[in-house]
Nanobody
Framework: QLQLVESGGGVAQPGGSLRLTCVTS????????IGWFRQVPGKERELVSC????????QYGSSVKGRFTISMDHAQKTLYLQMNDLRPEDTAKYYC????????????????????????????WGQGTQVSVSS
């Protein structure tokens, strides 16, 4: 079973930086992607960034592209999110999640080149880490 533990959240000033860490356990070949999501109370959870498990593809939400960078230490199976040029609208709880390709009723995978939902199904989540950006 996949376990994910996030850390690194905190308070930052606008324009500042934070680095989030997600330590995984059980991130096996059963999983095809891993990603960062965020949620503000009263709003839907949104994708921040994701990557295929081999690291060959990474994708970003439009609001963070160019400011955030996802990376993974594959040996340690630890996921990172470097967040630069933080803005007040980045304030949210950030979650790490493991994703799998969706399956047909026959059991075959539905092929996808990306890592975004809904092509990838994210059912395994960490407890989250709070990021607050304020002056």
């Amino acid at each position: 079973q996949l376990q994910l533990v996030e850390s690194g959240g905190g308070v930052a000033q606008p324009g500042g930086s934070l680095r989030l860490t997600c330590v995984t356990s059980g991130f096996t070949s059963d999983y095809h992607a891993i990603g960062w999501f965020r949620q503000v109370p009263g709003k839907e959870r949104e994708l921040v960034s994701c990557m295929r498990s081999g690291g060959e593809i990474s994708q970003y939400g439009s609001s963070v592209k160019g400011r955030f960078t996802i990376s993974m230490d594959h040996a340690q199976k630890t996921l990172y999110l470097q967040m630069n040029d933080l803005r007040p609208e980045d304030t949210a709880k950030y979650y790490c999640a493991g994703g799998k390709l969706r399956k047909l009723p026959s059991g075959s995978f539905i092929y996808s080149m990306g890592c975004r939902p809904p092509e990838l199904q994210y059912d395994d989540w960490g407890q989250g880490t709070q990021v607050s950006v304020s002056s």
